[in-house]
Every structure is written in structure tokens, then in C-alpha cells.
């Protein structure tokens, strides 16, 4: 992804490109596969591998902008954890409850033969099937 890339995605973010904020998103969307974070693995990161200091208060803001401007998706673990995911497409997750990893599965790999009726007044926005893993 070039640089002008990550301005636009910045500014269609609502965000101003600041040097903190460009780092963020070259971390996030200048990489080969997607992958699974959340906003306190982020921030040690960003802790351990920079010189510049980044605030946590950044970090989240910029995570949820891109998330709400649809570059992110949001992954809640049983209420335990929120993870964001850089791949937005419909897909599905294995979850090792050992590890705390989030592994993507492929929408094409998960076979639904049938779903229930939505409630009256509302419609399925979209299935995610959450496959929790142990040893």
C-alpha cells in the first residue's frame, strides 16, 4: 500500500494524518495477511518497537475511527475481550481460548444449511460463526 494510500484511509477515517496516526495505520494495513489485535497489544507494541511516543488515548481513537470509517472490524470475545480485525470481509473466527488468538476461517468453509427467522422489525445483518478451541 503506498503512503497516499494510508492518508486517504486516514482522512476518509475522519482523521488528520499526524506522523502517530500514519505509524498506526502503516502498522495496521502495510503488511501481506490480516490479522487480530487489540488496542492494549497495540499500545505495547508501539511501547517496545518506537522511539515516539504514541498515547494510548491515540492509539484507541485512531482504532475506533477506522473501525466506525469500516477499515476495521470489531470482535468481542464473550465479553472478555475486544479484538479488531483488518480483514472486513464476512468471514468467521476459531478462537483458542489457550492462547487467546483469533484464527480466521473462511466464509467459503463454513457450510449453514439453516438459520432461524429473525424477530419481528428486524433483519440478519450478518452470520459469524465463532468456533471456540482448547488443548
Avoid: C, W
Avoid at 65 to 92: C, I, M, P, Q
Avoid at 104 to 127: E, F, L, S, Y
Amino acid at each position: 500500500m503506498k503512503k497516499i494510500d494510508i492518508l486517504k484511509k486516514l482522512r476518509s477515517s475522519g482523521l488528520r494524518p499526524t506522523k502517530q496516526r500514519v505509524e498506526i495505520a502503516r502498522f495496521l494495513f502495510e503488511r501481506e495477511k490480516t490479522f487480530h489485535f487489540t488496542v492494549e497489544s497495540l499500545n505495547k507494541f508501539f511501547e517496545k518497537k518506537t522511539t515516539s511516543k504514541i498515547a494510548l488515548a491515540t492509539i484507541y481513537n485512531t482504532v475506533h475511527a477506522f473501525k466506525n470509517a469500516g477499515h476495521l472490524s470489531e470482535v468481542e470475545v464473550r465479553g472478555k475481550k475486544t479484538y479488531f480485525d483488518t480483514n472486513v470481509s464476512n468471514h468467521h473466527h476459531f478462537y483458542d481460548s489457550d492462547t487467546s488468538e483469533l484464527i480466521d476461517i473462511d466464509a467459503n468453509d463454513v457450510i449453514i444449511q439453516k438459520i432461524p427467522k429473525a424477530p419481528n422489525g428486524k433483519k440478519i445483518k450478518n452470520i459469524e460463526v465463532f468456533i471456540n478451541l482448547k488443548n
